[in-house]
């Protein structure tokens, strides 16, 4: 028997070191949630504007070991190792698409040690390996997560052409983005700094209202307003991390964002074949 507490496999490395960066952008620390039933990571913002979460299922990875037992040698239902966003990003930066990782903590050890085997015939036998330092418990932020289950997406983009959209916004030094989400559209607003628009980009189509006001001598102009479902407002950090996100599928993903009203705005997106991106967003106090 393995003397594992813990090991996982991720083929196509490529998105895996992908999923990392993007947290990387959006916190300092990563905390996921192992289980007997997979990984999970959720964390907030200090401003809980953004919430991400990812899934691992151990289903959908080659293989999965988990080996936490208490005193009495009853399984822990779950543990929660805590690593900085750079050194975990550092450990992974090499893994390529043909490539994979192998993670695995050892008892009594302080280190998620992570080995990246290359994939290409010419470097078959390449295997590097990193010591990632487990740090001590840090309490995360509160959050509310939103629920979408069974709900069709308001609007789907594919993954490539919102990343570009973000890389023009960080080409043109914009510092901030406004999503409008309507019932079977999305516009984006990239907004320089003091908030003059620098680009529109629409999905879709936008809703409007139309409403008759009273003008001189009785005449009455026709006033047609965009009424979208909710609108919010994102920082920087969105901007460089979602420049990313087409990285996770290999281009071919979809995002699929969700609106209701009273309710955060969700983009859900496939990482690989193993496991799903999503980020939860609502609008940042004095936005």
Same mark, same amino acid.
């Given at each position: 028997?393995?003397?594992?507490?813990?090991?996982? =496999?991720?083929?196509?490395?490529?998105?895996?070191?992908?999923?990392?960066?993007?947290?990387?952008?959006?916190?300092?620390?990563?905390?996921?949630?192992?289980?007997?039933?997979?990984?999970?990571?959720? =964390?907030?913002?200090?401003?809980?504007?953004?919430?991400?979460?990812?899934?691992?299922?151990?289903?959908?990875?080659?293989?999965?070991?988990?080996?936490?037992?208490?005193?009495?040698?009853? *399984?822990?239902?779950?543990?929660?190792?805590?690593?900085?966003?750079?050194?975990?990003?550092?450990?992974?930066?090499?893994? @390529?698409?043909?490539? +994979? !990782?192998?993670?695995?903590?050892?008892?009594?050890?302080?280190?998620? *040690?992570?080995?990246?085997?290359?994939?290409?015939?010419?470097?078959?036998?390449?295997?590097?390996?990193?010591?990632?330092?487990?740090?001590?418990?840090?309490?995360?932020?509160?959050?509310?997560?939103?629920?979408? /289950?069974? +709900?069709?997406?308001?609007?789907?983009?594919?993954?490539?052409?919102?990343?570009?959209?973000?890389? #023009? /916004?960080?080409? !043109?030094?914009?510092? @901030?983005? #406004?999503?409008?989400?309507?019932?079977?559209?999305?516009?984006?607003?990239?907004?320089?700094?003091?908030?003059?628009?620098?680009? !529109?980009?629409?999905?879709?189509?936008?809703?409007?209202?139309?409403?008759? &006001?009273? #003008?001189?001598?009785?005449?009455?102009?026709? =006033?047609?307003?965009?009424?979208?479902?909710?609108?919010?407002?994102?920082?920087?950090?969105?901007?460089?991390?979602?420049?990313? &996100?087409?990285?996770? +599928? @290999?281009?071919?993903?979809?995002?699929?964002?969700?609106?209701?009203?009273?309710?955060? &705005?969700?983009?859900?997106?496939? !990482?690989?074949?193993?496991?799903?991106?999503? &980020?939860?967003?609502?609008?940042?106090?004095?936005?």
């Amino acid at each position: 028997m393995d003397d594992f507490l813990f090991k996982c =496999q991720f083929l196509d490395a490529y998105s895996f070191r992908n999923i990392i960066a993007i947290l990387r952008e959006l916190f300092m620390n990563i905390t996921p949630t192992i289980s007997p039933s997979g990984i999970r990571i959720v =964390q907030s913002n200090s401003s809980g504007s953004l919430l991400a979460k990812v899934d691992f299922p151990s289903s959908k990875l080659l293989e999965y070991v988990y080996n936490v037992t208490d005193a009495d040698d009853g *399984v822990v239902p779950e543990f929660s190792p805590t690593l900085t966003s750079i050194d975990f990003f550092k450990a992974i930066k090499s893994g @390529n698409k043909k490539d +994979c !990782i192998i993670m695995y903590i050892y008892p009594n050890q302080p280190d998620l *040690v992570i080995k990246v085997i290359s994939g290409s015939s010419k470097l078959s036998d390449k295997e590097s390996c990193f010591f990632v330092p487990i740090l001590d418990t840090i309490e995360l932020y509160s959050y509310e997560e939103s629920e979408y /289950l069974g +709900c069709t997406p308001n609007v789907k983009i594919q993954a490539s052409e919102f990343s570009k959209m973000c890389t #023009q /916004l960080s080409a !043109i030094k914009c510092t @901030n983005l #406004q999503l409008a989400i309507f019932k079977k559209g999305l516009r984006c607003r990239g907004l320089l700094p003091g908030g003059r628009v620098g680009t !529109i980009t629409i999905w879709g189509s936008e809703d409007t209202q139309t409403t008759l &006001v009273p #003008q001189e001598g009785g005449k009455m102009l026709v =006033q047609v307003t965009k009424v979208p479902i909710t609108e919010i407002t994102v920082g920087r950090e969105f901007i460089k991390a979602f420049s990313k &996100v087409c990285n996770l +599928c @290999n281009n071919y993903g979809i995002l699929d964002f969700f609106a209701e009203k009273g309710k955060p &705005v969700s983009i859900f997106c496939p !990482i690989g074949t193993y496991g799903t991106f999503s &980020v939860d967003l609502r609008q940042a106090e004095g936005k």
